[in-house]
């Protein structure tokens, strides 16, 4: 992992324009046509990759907290080498906190599973895999964000 000088910054004007303990997550995936990807996470689930030829799941995971948490706050980036048929998938904790009737929580090796049985299919069909499973399970209570790429 290298870092990098990105900043956020809460004071000023963006401090005072948010209502006092708000505050908000952040990811980013950028491909390469060298095969190489970049991510930075701040407060946010991991990004999963789906190594295709292994048929391997990794977590790029968050090392940083929220954005606006911390004034002037330095953030870095994760490298990662990827290979043509890899899948990246950011999702929000709205998916994973969902609760079934008993108040269990859908939670993130659910998701992971189906993105390792399913890491090869079409994108549509991950896609409704994983918004099934979730919806199927139990009600939702928050923004759900799901968003699949896959290396060419």
């Known amino acids: 992992m290298a870092a990098t000088g990105l900043q956020s910054s809460s004071a000023g004007s963006c ?16 491909l390469y046509r060298d095969g190489k990807a ?3 996470l701040a407060g946010h689930l991991p990004i999963l990759h789906f190594r295709a030829s292994a048929r391997k ?10 954005l606006g948490v911390f004034e002037n706050r ?7 080498t990827t290979a ?6 950011i999702l929000t904790d709205g998916l994973t906190e969902v609760f ?3 108040g269990q929580e859908f939670g993130e090796s659910r998701i992971e599973r189906i993105v390792e049985q399913n890491g090869d299919r079409p994108l549509a069909e991950i896609h409704d895999k994983i918004l099934g499973a979730v919806r199927a399970f139990g009600p939702q209570v928050d923004d759900q964000t799901l968003l699949l790429a896959r290396v060419k």
Do not use: I, W
Request: hydrophobic share 40%.
């Open 57 to 66: 799941l990794d977590k790029l995971p968050n090392a940083h907290p929220p």
């Open 84 to 89: 043509p048929g890899d899948l990246f998938v």
């Open 38 to 40: 970049v991510c930075a």
């Open 15 to 30: 401090a005072k324009s948010r209502p006092p303990g708000t505050l908000a997550t952040f990811a980013a995936l950028e």
């Open 74 to 80: 330095a953030f870095g980036h994760a490298q990662v």
């Open 100 to 102: 079934d009737r008993e």
